[in-house]
């Protein structure tokens, strides 16, 4: 989506040490992901939030890297 909204680098930040400190699994970590998207007014699948959340452990919770996945599992609302 080239009109996606790009999350305020703080915002991405605090995300990614809730994600990296919080000793989650994938499921609480696909919540956090779906809780930060629904906060901005986006929907989620639950499915694709575990996927991406996986992907974005990969490697090492990279700002740009959780963006992408973020843009990738958003629901226009």
Same mark, same amino acid.
Request: aromatic share 10%; glycine share 2%; proline share 1%.
């Given at each position: 989506?080239?009109?996606?909204?790009?999350f305020p680098?703080?915002? &991405?930040?605090?995300?990614?040490?809730? &994600?990296?400190?919080?000793?989650?699994?994938?499921?609480?970590?696909?919540?956090? @992901?779906?809780?930060?998207?629904?906060?901005?007014?986006?929907?989620?699948?639950?499915?694709?939030?575990?996927?991406?959340a996986s992907?974005?452990?990969?490697?090492?919770?990279?700002?740009?890297?959780?963006?992408?996945? @973020?843009?990738?599992?958003?629901?226009?609302?």
């Open positions: 989506m080239s009109a996606f909204e790009k680098q703080d915002e &991405l930040k605090t995300l990614r040490d809730e &994600l990296r400190h919080a000793a989650v699994d994938s499921f609480q970590s696909a919540e956090l @992901l779906a809780t930060f998207l629904s906060q901005h007014g986006y929907g989620v699948s639950h499915h694709d939030a575990r996927f991406a992907r974005i452990e990969q490697v090492r919770f990279a700002l740009p890297h959780l963006q992408a996945e @973020l843009e990738k599992i958003a629901w226009v609302m």
